[in-house]
């Protein structure tokens, strides 16, 4: 009873420190083996999808939902459908979409300084989420959804992913049997969501239909997926495509949002960092409102070692859960097939190097010259490792860091005061509750 979906990586990195970097439970009859080891988590992602898989509790619920995409799919179906999504998010496509990014983060901005005029608090992790879903969409999909001003789609999308959380930790699948009022919500937003990828599967496919043959080059990832479905290279089918778009919209918008609304948390509870990423900000894109250039981001160093030290901190994936394909050895522990690993990959995370206390918020440790790799195998690895490393996360850092940038240029940013505690909420992702921020307008 002490495992609450919505805490779970709370108790898990809890025992951890009370028993050990590696230390087993059982949960209705099924031994579990929960990992802090940095060597030893890198060594089980390494081992996918060969030795070891998701749980298999994930792909279970995702099939069921009828969004048993590359996310969860395994063996030779994620190989299939890994390569037309890597290709979809690479260098090339990313860069061509940059202007859109813009102005999707122009929107925000504008929304923001409305906030600013009225002196309204701010959701900020909500307005997040609908700026990751139109940037998903957009380069996804190839259609603007505007949730920025809108709400609908948006509502659906919040409750799908926590109560996916609850029936993969659930000790049985009581859905099958009786509908709790959440389940009926569930249902109700995934019927709606359905609507929507279909109607986009439709309108790719009536462009694809008007497109010349020497025109090979898809547009989005939709086309991508769409083309290779008729021209048999991987071929996808019909409820393949519709998971796929499902899995890209739910997966791409959520785990980014939280992350940035992190940024924004330090930033907002740490005015010297504020500051100093204000200063950088405004030394190298000038009189601009926003990155315009594609590759500035990469000129700010202390912009990104806040945000490498916010997913140190808050791991948007604190914990990924993983069982072995047959009995395996990890490290020198014989693990049976069977058995579930839970790596809790932010409390690995946390044994970084520098001057400062593990749990101190100090960006200063990533400027210190050690190499990304040490990190990496100091067990720094927001994105996971090995050949199922995430593929979208060349779109999360660009996404992140053009909306982190637009606000050190344009807000200070303060917390609400006599606002509750800011929270961790575990939702299948970890996501900040109750944080509300004051936006002010810079001079």
Request: with cysteine; glycine share 4%; hydrophobic share 45%.
């Amino acid at each position: 009873m002490q495992l609450q979906p919505e805490r779970l990586h709370l108790v898990l990195e809890q025992w951890c420190r009370e028993f050990g970097p590696v230390y087993t439970f059982r949960l209705i009859g099924r031994p579990f083996v929960a990992i802090a080891d940095p060597i030893l988590i890198t060594q089980v992602l390494r081992d996918r999808p060969g030795a070891f898989r998701r749980w298999n509790a994930i792909e279970t619920v995702a099939r069921e939902l009828g969004i048993n995409g590359v996310f969860s799919t395994e063996g030779e179906t994620w190989r299939r459908q890994r390569q037309l999504v890597v290709k979809a998010l690479d260098p090339l496509h990313l860069r061509a979409f940059f202007p859109s990014l813009c102005e999707m983060t122009r929107r925000l901005l504008q929304r923001w300084e409305s906030a600013a005029r009225d002196q309204r608090s701010v959701d900020i992790q909500k307005d997040l989420m609908r700026y990751t879903v139109d940037v998903t969409t957009n380069l996804a999909f190839g259609y603007d959804m505007d949730t920025i001003e809108g709400e609908v789609i948006q509502q659906h999308l919040e409750v799908i992913l926590p109560t996916i959380n609850r029936r993969i930790n659930a000790p049985i699948p009581y859905w099958h049997d009786l509908k709790l009022p959440a389940d009926k919500v569930l249902d109700r937003a995934l019927s709606a969501v359905q609507t929507l990828t279909k109607e986009l599967i439709a309108a790719n496919r009536a462009r694809l239909a008007q497109r010349s043959e020497a025109d090979a080059i898809p547009a989005n990832l939709l086309e991508a997926l769409l083309m290779a479905q008729q021209e048999g290279e991987a071929p996808l089918t019909d409820d393949e495509v519709l998971a796929n778009v499902f899995t890209i919209l739910l997966a791409g918008q959520d785990t980014t949002a939280n992350t940035i609304a992190w940024v924004a948390h330090f930033m907002s509870i740490l005015p010297d960092v504020q500051r100093k990423m204000q200063e950088e900000v405004d030394a190298v894109i000038g009189h601009a409102t926003m990155l315009e250039d594609f590759d500035v981001a990469d000129t700010l160093p202390y912009l990104n070692a806040v945000i490498n030290e916010a997913m140190r901190l808050k791991s948007a994936t604190p914990v990924l859960a993983v069982e072995p394909n047959y009995d395996v050895h990890v490290g020198d522990i014989a693990i049976p097939k069977g058995a579930v690993l839970s790596l809790l990959t932010r409390e690995a995370g946390l044994q970084q190097g520098g001057d400062s206390a593990a749990g101190v918020f100090d960006p200063d440790r990533w400027l210190t010259g050690v190499s990304a790799a040490s990190h990496h195998r100091a067990g720094f690895m927001p994105f996971g490792s090995g050949p199922r490393l995430c593929p979208g996360r060349s779109l999360a850092l660009m996404e992140v860091r053009s909306a982190v940038a637009m606000l050190c240029r344009n807000f200070d940013l303060l917390r609400v005061k006599d606002a509750p505690e800011v929270e961790e909420v575990f939702a299948f992702s970890m996501m900040p509750q109750n944080l509300r921020v004051e936006l002010r307008r810079r001079a």
